[in-house]
Structures are given as structure tokens and as C-alpha cells.
């Protein structure tokens, strides 16, 4: 498998920032930020403000506070210099629907934030229309850099179990990876009555509606009984955002509504909604809504714990088996079918570590053995954004301790990392060997810089 070839392109990961920001201690620019070019790779040249827009990019998701951040957002970029030269060379295509979709997403996450085209072009101090060609530069370089480093690394052949036994017998212990404890589980599972709650939800809505048509006003409600937090504090108000960024039902009824009109209900997996439209601007809106969940009664919680506590107890005295138990009883139609078994969603895999599970799901089985099964406890499923209320009994069925990597278990896991630094040094000969034959050079500025690679030291330009 070709996985995780993105090591030393960090850069044409985080493409958004357009703007600069203050500079750090370590790299200085001489009279101010004015921006200039600083470094050229063949026919590539990278800028002052370029540097700076991946900086400050980096500092709003949480890095790049390191004083030598500068230092090495320029490694990376010239590293990525050489691979769109050689994609270019190779003749690469670009697959214009993942550019257009990858652009309208990012692009729609910053007009959400900036309230609007205008918030955004304010924001970047450069018109609406610039921002989007600059980022559509830069979404084609990064799709067109990814396909060369494919070609490169799909070049190499499969590991083989000699050189997974040659790494392990080679590298030292604090070099394999450690395999954290995962667990093999299965669960049956009771909902609620959800049907006679969401008849209680919408009729507290219909209420709720008919006292804003009567001149109540919506966002004093919003703030009483919504029971979205992030927006009942402010009357219901979710500000100018895109369409794109709602669950579908909820942006097609916000849509649809002239400003100043109430929607009928409107369920999503979040719950259920009534919508007021305050503006819409193209395919973006601003809107307040009231949101009610679903609540449920004692008596549903009673009935199922009394059905699971008992299926427990037959499971346990041997008079049915847990897989049979949850092919009759379980409500959970992703685990009914395989008797109960649990697997992650995303990957398919039967083994669940600590951080994948839900913190209700862990405390119910932490302390249990294998086999052993938890008492009925309350959980969420997978969902919506915050899952359903559901009652379940857990069973562990496996759990594998976590241990270091050895040749003999944990294979897998083994020849995935020897793939991963076959593929880096691949890639790192590719930037050494393009690096020496391309001419290069960069501003003294950079002189005091560490690079993760001697090749660019020769390429600074002496003063």
C-alpha cells in the first residue's frame, strides 16, 4: 500500500491563508515586510508573502510557533518546487472535478467564517475574485505535486517478508512501533420509543411556531428553548454561512423561505428545527432556528434495561448464545446481521482502540475480562453529529494488550512502517538529486536557517 508519501510537502496541505502576518524573531526581513522574491527553483519562484501566508496559516490550526517556522515552511516549498517541475516535465494532468470541489469547500469554510465575499475579500485585503484564482494556483500545483510523488513511490515494489524480518532484526526496539491495546467487541442494542418522543418534539415546535405568528418574537424563544447552545445564546442566530455547511433538509428549507417567514418542522439527525430566514446572498444564508431533540421517558429506559439485564443473565447461565440473542433482540442494524459484532465505520476493522471508542462504551468495559459482558448502560450510536440516545449490553470478546511490534503478531503493522520510510527515502533522493541539478538560489536572509537537508545550504546566494 503507497500511504503517507505527503512527509516533506506539509505546505500544499494548508492552502487557505492569503494575507501576512507579523514576523518571528528568527527570520527577519531587512526594511519591513516588502515583498520580493526569495528563492528561485528553475522557473519557480517563491515569495516573502508566500512564506508568510503558510506561516500564519499554520498559527490559526495550532502550529508553526516554533522561531524557525520560516525556515522550514521555504525547506518544504522548494522541496514542492521540484516535484510540480518534474510533473510538469511527466506531462500530469490535473482532475479538474477534485479542484473545483476542493475549492468550493475551502472556499465556502472561509465566506462561512468571513461572513460573505466581501468578509473574505476585507479579511485578505484583496478582491473576491483574486483570492479564488490564487487558490485555485495553488489546489492544481498540490494535486498535480501528489500525482508525481505517486508515480515515484508506486515505482517501488511490495515490501516482502524478508524486509520486514531484516528491519525488525536491524532497527532498535524504540524504533518499531507500539501497538496500543484494542478490543474485539459485541453489542445488543435497544432504542427508545422514538416514534411517541419526536410526536412530543413536534408538538412542542407547532406551539412554539404558533406564538411567533402571533407576534412572539423568535429569538427571545430561540434563547429559552433552543437547545443548540452555540446559537440560543444569541436568539437562535447562526450568522452568514454557506449553504453547503448544513444538513441538507435544513439548507433546502432555509432556501426556500422568503426573509421574515417561519418554516414548518424540519427534521435532521440533529433533531428537530423551525427556521426564520434573516438574509440570503446567492447560495448562502443567514438564520435563526429553534432546535429540540427527542427526549425519552424513565419507562423507555426501564424497559430496556429490564429486556437487556435479562438477556445478560440467559447468556450467562448458557441458555442463549450472545450472537443468537442479538440477531432476535438488537435494534442496531449495522451489527444485527453478524450477531452482534462491532466494527469501526470508517475502516471495516473488528478492533476498536481506547480513543475510537465512546467514553460510555469504554466505561462500561473497562474492567471487564474477556467474555465477560457489562451491565445494560445508556450510549450513543454513530448517528448524526452527536448520535442517538441507545441502551446496549457490551460483551469483550478479544482484547490484545498493548505491546511493542513484534515480527510474529503484529505484521501489518510492521511492514506498513518499513513501507513508509522506503517511500520517504525515495522521495528524499528525488529532492537531492533534483536539488543538484537544478539551479537554485536563495536569498541570504535564509542564511542562518537548519535545514533537514545539506543541499540547500549550498543554494543560498552569498551576500
Given amino acids: 500500500m503507497k500511504a503517507n508519501i505527503m512527509c516533506n510537502i506539509r505546505v500544499l496541505v494548508t492552502l487557505l491563508v492569503l494575507g501576512l502576518c507579523p514576523l518571528a524573531r528568527a527570520q527577519k526581513y531587512p526594511d519591513g515586510i516588502i515583498d520580493k522574491t526569495v528563492a528561485v527553483v528553475g522557473n519557480e519562484m517563491i515569495s516573502i ?17 516554533d522561531a524557525f517556522a520560516r525556515c522550514e515552511v521555504l525547506e518544504s516549498m522548494l522541496s514542492s518546487k521540484l516535484f510540480l517541475m518534474q510533473a510538469r516535465i511527466d506531462s500530469l494532468k490535473i482532475n479538474e472535478d477534485m479542484v473545483q470541489g476542493q475549492l468550493n469547500q475551502h472556499l465556502d469554510r472561509l465566506r462561512t467564517f468571513y461572513g460573505g465575499d466581501e468578509g473574505v475579500a476585507e479579511y485578505f485585503g484583496k478582491p473576491y475574485y483574486k483570492i479564488r484564482q490564487d487558490l485555485r494556483k495553488q489546489i492544481e500545483d498540490m494535486t498535480l505535486t501528489q500525482q508525481e510523488q505517486g508515480q515515484i513511490v508506486n515505482k517501488l515494489p511490495d515490501v516482502t517478508l524478508a524486509e520486514v524480518r531484516s528491519y525488525v532484526d536491524t532497527v532498535s526496539e524504540d524504533v518499531l512501533p507500539m501497538v ?84 414548518q418542522i424540519v427534521e435532521t439527525p440533529d433533531g428537530f428545527h423551525i427556521i426564520e430566514v434573516l438574509e440570503k446572498k446567492g447560495d448562502m ?102 448520535g442517538n440516545l441507545v441502551y446496549k449490553i457490551i460483551r469483550v470478546d478479544k482484547i490484545l494488550p498493548a505491546h511493542l511490534a513484534t515480527f510474529e503478531n503484529d505484521f501489518t503493522e510492521i511492514s506498513a512502517q518499513v513501507a513508509n520510510v522506503r517511500q520517504q527515502e525515495v522521495l528524499d533522493a528525488f529532492i537531492r538529486e533534483r536539488a543538484l541539478a537544478t539551479k537554485i538560489v536563495i536569498d541570504p536572509i535564509f542564511k542562518d536557517c537548519t535545514f533537514n537537508m545539506e543541499v540547500w545550504k549550498s543554494k543560498i546566494r552569498e551576500e
Avoid at 418534539?201 to 427571545?220: A, C, D, Q, W, Y
Avoid at 434563547?223 to 446559537?231: F, K, N, V
Fill in 285 to 386: 444564508f443567514n438564520a435563526r432556528h429553534i432546535l429540540i431533540k427527542p427526549e425519552y421517558t424513565q419507562e423507555d429506559r426501564k424497559h430496556a434495561f429490564t429486556l437487556l439485564d435479562s438477556l445478560r443473565t440467559e447468556i450467562d447461565n448458557k441458555a442463549l448464545t450472545f450472537s443468537l440473542a442479538a440477531r432476535f433482540y438488537s435494534q442496531d442494524p449495522s451489527t444485527v446481521t453478524n450477531g452482534g459484532q462491532m466494527a469501526d465505520p470508517n475502516t471495516g476493522s473488528s478492533y476498536f482502540e481506547i480513543d475510537q471508542l465512546k467514553p460510555q462504551d469504554y466505561a462500561a468495559i473497562r474492567d471487564l475480562k474477556e467474555g465477560e459482558i457489562s451491565k445494560p448502560i445508556e450510549s450513543l450510536d454513530n448517528e448524526g453529529r452527536d
Fill in 49 to 65: 508573502s508566500e512564506i508568510e501566508d503558510e506561516v500564519k496559516m499554520q498559527r490559526s490550526q495550532g502550529g508553526g510557533t
Fill in 180 to 263: 496500543p491495546e484494542k478490543y474485539q467487541l459485541s453489542q445488543i442494542c435497544i432504542y427508545p420509543d422514538r416514534e411517541k418522543a419526536n410526536l412530543a418534539v413536534k408538538e412542542k415546535l407547532i406551539s412554539l411556531r404558533e406564538r411567533i405568528l402571533n407576534g412572539e418574537k423568535f429569538s427571545t424563544l430561540a434563547r429559552i428553548y433552543s437547545e443548540d447552545p452555540g446559537s440560543a445564546r444569541k436568539g437562535g442566530e447562526l450568522g452568514m454561512a454557506s449553504k453547503s455547511i448544513y444538513w441538507p433538509a435544513f439548507s433546502d428549507a432555509a432556501m426556500s423561505l422568503k426573509p421574515g417567514l417561519i418554516s
